[in-house]
Each structure stands twice: as C-alpha cells, then as structure tokens.
C-alpha cells in the first residue's frame, strides 16, 4: 500500500529569522522550536505543467524564494529564484547589461544598530540582505541567513533570564560580512549569471 505524503508547509531562511528574533517567542530555547512553528502553512504551489513564465511571475509578484511543484496533487519536486539563474546564460541575455535590470532603490541601515532592527526592517521590506555603512560608507552586508545563525547562536549561549534585555544589545555590524563581492553595471547578465552560480549569491552590488 503506498503511502501518500502531504504537504503541509514550507520554511526558509527567512522564516527562522522571523521567528527567533519575535518578541513572541523570547524566552524559547532553539531547542524548542519545532519545524510546525517556524513553517508556512499558507502555501502557494504550481503545477508541473504550468508556464515557466507564469512561475517566474508568481515568484516576484510574492517575493517568495521557492514553489513546491504538484503534480495530480502530490508534490514531485521545487522550483526556486536560483533555478532560472541557469536561463541568464542564454545568448539572447548577452545585449543586456546589469545597469539595464539592476535595483537602485537601495535599502540600508547602520551598523550600529540593533540587530532586531536589521530583523525587522529586512521582514518589512522583503528582502533577504540589507547593507551595512559606517561613516556614510559601506562597511558589509548582513542576510536573512546571518540573522538566523545569530539568534541561535545568543539563545543556545544566553541564559533564558537576560535573553529578553541582552538581545537589545546585539548591534547588526557584529553578525555582518565586510567581504562584499561586486559586479560593474556594464557586466552583461550571462557574466552576472556565471558570478551568481559560481558563488551561490542571489545577489551582487
């Protein structure tokens, strides 16, 4: 008898993130949490036959990283953001340059500031890194994922009583990456796909 399996949420990166650094859950140990607490229940899911496009669409229309993919019901595998990163290479992307597709509304905070401020503004605004400066100038970079380690990191090594008043005192600049990789705008989006892949970044400056 073959056993059906159902699926009944998703997490990321983001989501542990959310979850370690909410005020809701501050006195909860890593230890604690459970897959039920940190996943999305909401899900949204795509065909296996649906158009490419269509699910490119529904990943930037929601800002979601990933897409489980049914098919008759049950799912048959996942589709990501990383995985069109492969379809930058293609010949007809090679008279595009990044300064042509490239974000200039930039979103960044001090490095002094709190880490539960980094938390909540990368929530707020959607997005998984946030730039860090010192003096006006960049001084790193900090991502969902960096946020997530931190909060594990304080919680398992934090007692359970100063957790609630030492997480106020976690500056993002402690928990940043000062090594920043970037790309020149004139880079075509085949060069920026090969950077991407080789790398594992989802992003560059």
Do not use: W
Request: charge should be negative; aromatic fraction near 6%; charged fraction near 25%.
């Amino acid at each position: 008898m073959k056993i059906r399996k159902v699926l009944v949420g998703i997490i990321s990166e983001k989501d542990i993130a959310d979850k370690l650094g909410s005020a809701k859950y501050g006195n909860m140990a890593p230890s604690h949490f459970h897959v039920s607490t940190v996943m999305v229940k909401d899900l949204i899911t795509v065909d296996e036959d649906d158009d490419i496009t269509e699910v490119a669409k529904i990943l930037i229309e929601k800002n979601i990283g990933a897409l489980p993919v049914l098919s008759d019901g049950e799912m048959v595998g996942i589709v990501t953001k990383s995985d069109f990163i492969y379809l930058c290479k293609a010949k007809a992307y090679e008279k595009i340059s990044v300064k042509d597709i490239m974000t200039t509304d930039i979103i960044s905070i001090s490095a002094d500031d709190r880490l539960v401020h980094a938390r909540k503004v990368i929530m707020d605004s959607g997005v998984g890194r946030l730039l860090l400066t010192e003096d006006n100038e960049l001084a790193g970079i900090i991502t969902s994922k960096d946020i997530a380690k931190a909060f594990i990191s304080f919680r398992k090594h934090t007692p359970d009583k100063y957790q609630s008043s030492q997480i106020k005192e976690l500056t993002a600049g402690k928990f940043m990456s000062t090594h920043v990789d970037t790309i020149s705008q004139y880079a075509t989006i085949p060069q920026l796909a090969d950077a991407m892949l080789e790398t594992g970044y989802n992003g560059y400056l």
